[in-house]
């Protein structure tokens, strides 16, 4: 049977995106932005703090990390807790030691569940992002409006309240969105997502409730990706983070400033034999003495004063 | 449709690899090394095929969908620069509807006098089950679209997403184009049986794509510059027997992300900077091979296959 007619449509064929969130635009072409005191690169640290709940569903999938043998899969349980009890406290401390302040990407599960982990956050001024409920709750296009406002919404006032910070910055679970996700967080005040990965510096998001700013929260530059999905060694993973801010060094300068962004899960790099494949790529970073080590919430105010 | 599905698609002879009347590409090359990116445009809800899904996760994947947007926004930048640097053209695999939707894109590529072909009109829409009138209303598309933004008859042909029917290539070589980049079964040009008229293959490796690499065998960097030396090194020593064909076919999400371009751009140049190579486009290799070979290639086929 041939294809029906509407195959060869192509209703949204013409300048720009196919969707009405952003406008199309190459980075080259943008005016510069600055950064505080001439640095040439922000430096963004995010740290994932996730709850992977024992049962979760597989529709519509699992998000990556959650557990994969039948039930009770008390290895995957474990080895994700394990990043919560151990893991994120090595990182933790290689960051205080090198005056990092990080964002910390958190599901409000996990401050309803361990508000002591919470605390320890909070106490070194690290950023709270809003990550959602838990791995296990997912949003995606067939989930209904009212499920998902009610989820976004349970996220945020939980995470505001247990931490006493505004929580303006967003990180779907799996980074995964629903065509209203966008619309529903602007609705709760948040002002940036994090979950697009098409740009390395921010830019605006239209929704139905006030704009939000695209963060470069990034999706490369993670032991996500390099470690657990690609299964890199460690010295691969020192490696690439340091080309990556090789290059954006030498792309950048005091005039037009660039983000350096990587994404860590306590359960992946916060095992012993992985610790220090972090630190020595962020050393690398701090040994240039115009690179600013800030959180999401600092980069977005330095680029949005100069939006415009 | 219940036409029965062959056991062999009928498109080219058995023809080893020993015993062929030498190429010598143009001033003694024994490599032809073509570089083919391709830039694609990847609709968030395109109509659904019913042998293909457009996106891993459901609509929207708004995180496959920004990792290819990546390429266009800010990837092909950043490759085009190692290009001019090298002074190497690129041949594109298009999908072409970007014409409209990414106009500067064409417009810099134009200016460095870049070949275009045709990759459909759109990565998310596929071939498969189009009648022939659907198949060729796309192709008809293809060739009057790049026409009308880039002066360029296409000469060459990457099925979107690699998505074919049985006439494909017949309908290809009715329409005057040269070349298919879909057939791997070979480091040399081959001819390809068609209807009617005279049509090839040229090696377009997926061996060497960088989303092969990094996608599929989730390879690190520094490994696909080492491949692609390999490769290339390898084949500088069979072209002096009979002149070999090198691909690499790029796209600007994958390689134009900063910690891949430093050892991509190496490897390039290590290539480029041997004397014995011919760096040149599809087009080229394609009219070359037919101006010169063809024709004794085929003869050749024929009698190594009984006189067919």
New interface residues.
Partial sequence: ????P???K?S????????SWYD??????RPAVKWPNGARLALWVSTAVEFFPLNPPTV??KAPGSMSTPYPDLRHYTLRDYGNRVGIFRIMKVLDGLGIRASAAVNSAVAERTPRLIDEIVKRGWEILAGGLDMGHIH???LDVATESEWIARCVETLRQSTGQAVTGWLSP??????QTMNLVAAQGIDYVC??????MPYPITTANGQLVAMPHS???SDLLIIF????SEE?FT???I??????YR?ASADDGRIMAITVHPWIIGQPHRIKALERALAHMLAKDDVWPATGADILAAWRAQQA | ?ADAQKSDPGLYDYWPYIDRPKIEWPNGAKVALWVAPNIE?Y???P?V?PSRKPWP???????TY?????G???G??RMMEVFDRLGVRGSVSLNV?LC??????IEECVKRNWEFYSHG??NT?YCY???EA?ER??IEDAIETVKKHTGQMIAGWLAPALTHTERTMDLLAEYGILYTCDLFCDDQPQPVNVRKGRFISIPYSLEMNDIIHYNVN?????RYADILKANFDQLLEEGAQSGTVMCIPLHAYAVG???????FAEALEYIVSHEDVWVTTGREIAQYYFENYYDQTVTAIGAANGGR
């Fill in positions: 049977m041939p294809l029906p509407e195959y060869l192509y949204r064929r013409g300048y720009g995106m196919d969707q199309w635009s190459m980075l080259p072409k519509p999938f995606h296009g067939d799996a980074r995964s969105q629903s065509m979950d697009w990965v098409n740009d390395e999706h490369e530059m999905q690609n299964k890199h691969a490696q690439q983070l080309d990556q801010f090789d290059v954006l792309e | 449709m445009f609709e968030l809800d109509p095929n996760r459901p609509v929207p994947d708004i995180l920004s990792a290819r947007d990546y266009n926004r800010v092909h930048w509807a409209e939707h990414h106009p500067e894109i009109i759109y829409r089950n189009m009648d659907q209303a796309v989730l390879g690190s960097p520094r992300h900063p910690h891949r371009i430093g050892p």
